[in-house]
């Protein structure tokens, strides 16, 4: 420990340092250090600013168009009515048109190039021709409700593909009182893509790292058999989560058992009492003719990898009880899955059926600021359909 003169003598000389050193600045060695370091930073920072950036930039413009395109329908909805009163998407659209403004509708097959100026959609698989999406199965959604296509441009070069669904039910007017009640309510029957960068590229499917200009619009996904999620762990390891290859809808016991063999579906579910239903209530044996099989449906690992993957962040492991995240599903993870209003959350079944009961299924929701897991009715009807690749 230094004592008396020879501290005083110490503090002397390295202020005597430390002036000489401001006289004479960095050497430039020490300069080139630094910007090394700068540059370093800059480099491992940068990237992923920009990606945010993107993301809030992309999430407004969706915002903005989701509030515009909700006046529209809520406008239509005042006027002529939302309901089972347009045979097609393009009938529907041509309705539309007199509440939002439309400068070119397209029919699918060759004619929707005038509305999408390039032949492909790049997706995380295969490109996807336009050319050849024509029904609203080639959006993940059931053929007898969205059986075609139509593509609009609006007034501020903003392309669409839509499908419109036949059969949606009646909407009461003054149900409608607010722009927010607009968004989940007038539109809920019409689906697809919107382009938020117009035409000038890189025409890319959003995925669930990044926001591209090509989103989902009202819960629709992904096109064809694209990957949702790439399994990276369990039996399913290396494969993906994909939209449903055929129609999902609840079936009765008799329905469920005209089948049970070809897809392999363990039991048809039966009401209590040992009545057998005769109305459609069975969403588990739905999801297992939809996805090929039960073997086709995701495990348990499988949706709890899926919440981590929405949520981004590490999820609590546990069943039967909520997992309170207080954060929202990632914005790039709703486009993903097409998700515009999580709303009260949405289900996914697993291919788990409970060898206690096998009238229940195992599922996990997801809302926002809370996953919950556990055996439920093998009713519950799900609000995304996702199986296995093969």
Not at 314 to 322: A, C, L, N
Not at 342 to 366: C, H, K, M, Q, T
Request: net charge neutral; charged share 20%.
């Amino acid at each position: 420990m230094l004592k008396g003169r020879h501290r005083a003598s110490f503090w002397g000389t390295f202020l005597a340092d430390l002036l000489d050193k401001q006289k004479s600045g960095f050497t430039l060695a020490e300069t080139l250090i630094a910007l090394a370091i700068i540059g370093i930073v800059a480099a491992m920072t940068l990237p992923a600013l920009m990606t945010k950036i993107n993301d809030t930039v992309k999430g407004h413009q969706m915002s903005v168009f989701t509030r515009k395109f909700a006046k529209g329908t809520d406008l239509l909805n005042i006027e002529n009515g939302i309901g089972p009163y347009y045979g097609s998407t393009r009938e529907f659209v041509e309705a539309l048109s007199k509440h939002l403004k439309i400068v070119t509708i397209c029919d699918s097959g060759d004619d929707m190039k005038n509305c999408l100026h390039y032949d492909k959609i790049q997706t995380n698989g295969e490109d996807v021709k336009v050319s050849l999406i024509t029904k609203g199965k080639d959006f993940g959604l059931n053929e007898s409700d969205y059986p075609d296509v139509a593509g609009i441009v609006l007034a501020d070069g903003t392309p669409m593909i839509l499908s419109w669904n036949v059969n949606c039910p009646v909407s009461d007017p003054d149900v409608v009182s607010n722009e927010k009640v607009a968004e989940s309510y007038t539109y809920s029957c019409v689906k697809g893509f919107v382009d938020l960068n117009g035409n000038k590229g890189p025409n890319k499917l959003s995925t669930t790292e990044k926001i591209h200009d090509i989103t989902g619009f009202n819960g629709t996904s992904v096109l064809k058999d694209e990957c949702v999620m790439k399994i990276t762990s369990g039996n399913n390891k290396g494969k993906c989560l994909i939209t449903p290859p055929n129609e999902y809808k609840k079936m009765s016991y008799n329905e469920c058992k005209q089948v049970r063999t070809q897809y392999n579906i363990p039991v048809c579910m039966w009401m209590e009492g040992g009545y057998y239903s005769e109305t459609p209530s069975d969403a588990y044996a739905g999801v297992v003719r939809a996805c090929g099989g039960p073997s086709k449906l995701p495990s348990r690992e499988d949706l709890y990898n899926l919440a981590t993957l929405l949520y981004r962040r590490t999820v609590p492991q546990g069943d039967g009880y909520k997992v309170v995240l207080n954060v929202s599903i990632a914005d790039t993870s709703r486009a993903l899955l097409g998700i515009s209003n999580v709303g009260n959350g949405y289900f996914i079944l697993s291919g788990e059926l409970n060898p206690a009961n096998d009238r229940e299924v195992y599922v996990r929701s997801y809302s926002n600021g809370t996953t919950n897991s556990g055996y439920y009715g093998r009713s519950t009807n799900p609000g995304v359909v996702l199986c296995v690749s093969d």
